[in-house]
């Protein structure tokens, strides 16, 4: 079954096509980082006219590169939530069109699901039930995935996300947006144990995250610094960025310790954005190898949003007998 799929959730213009979830025959991502990096963050409209730009060209590109015809594809995949919620409907609207004139049919996704489906790009042998720890710039949770399109939240943040974490630290250290990505390279030049930042937990519930106290802190910090009048140069920047990351990552593992700790048996999957993040990554690594517990790590390539990891997940929704009417709406906020 070849599946086109569009993804338009937050920054990305995105459309790919997969052959049966798991092989990619093109996969195609127009990123607009470079326009709202002028803002510092996503502005919601000019990303919502920026998909409107992208989108035919993007779409086309991703059927031309599968070697493929329109009239050769079997369904049109879309994320339909969450997300931005005109972003989204830039790309449901398109998707919508193109299964109403093709005939095809239209298969929803949820854009959490999706980065878990990565890894099913990635490794072959991936099945549930396992436990997908997802973080990104919009979400970080702990789920159940009990099988393809069986989901279950056991842990999720009670304020930020992750990424807005990262990103958040990174526009106070004048690092260009999104700051994740250079965020993660600074902190290797710098001393993780030059500041202590708290690694929050939730009373109560082990599995669950917080963010926030965290995101204040490292802007306080370096507020502070600014108004005691020391230079922020690169070397104490490296420092916030190592000791920033070094309690960002202790707050992920955190959650995920929460969960194993309860006699969680199941692997562990990661997804989203911040996988990327080289030192979670030996965090998890070093985390798993001690306590036995199988780890799959999406490739760097598969972490970001992209619509191969739309159109693999698609492929199992289909399979599972979901297909949605044209009258179909997007949501800014959905559970997986
Ligand atoms: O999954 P994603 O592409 O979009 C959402 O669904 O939110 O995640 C984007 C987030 C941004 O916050 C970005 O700064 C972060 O992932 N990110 C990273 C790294 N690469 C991207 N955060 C930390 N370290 C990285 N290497
Ligand atoms: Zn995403």
Known sequence: MKILAIESSCDETAAAVVEDGRKVLS??????????????????EIASRAHTEAICGVVSEAIKKA???????DAIAVTYAPGLIGALLTGLSFAKGLAYS????????????GHVAANYLAFEELKPPFVALVVSGGHTSLLRVNSYTDYETVGVTRDDAAGEAFDKAARVLGLPYPGGAAMDRLAHLGNKKAFKFTVSHVDGAPCDFSFSGLKTAVINLVHNEEARGHVMDDSLRADVAASFTEAAVKTVCRGVEGLYAEGEALPLVLAGGVAANS???VALSSFAETRGVKLFMPPLSLCGDNAAMIASQAYYEALAGKKATLDLNAYA????
């Open 27 to 44: 996969s195609v991502v127009a990123s607009q980082v470079d326009i709202h990096a002028l803002y510092g963050g996503v502005v919601p």
């Open 67 to 73: 070697g493929l015809e329109t009239k050769e594809l």
């Open 102 to 113: 093709t005939g095809l049919p239209l298969i929803p996704v949820h854009h959490i699901r």
């Open 279 to 281: 030192h979670l990554r």
């Open 333 to 336: 906020c959905m559970e997986a």
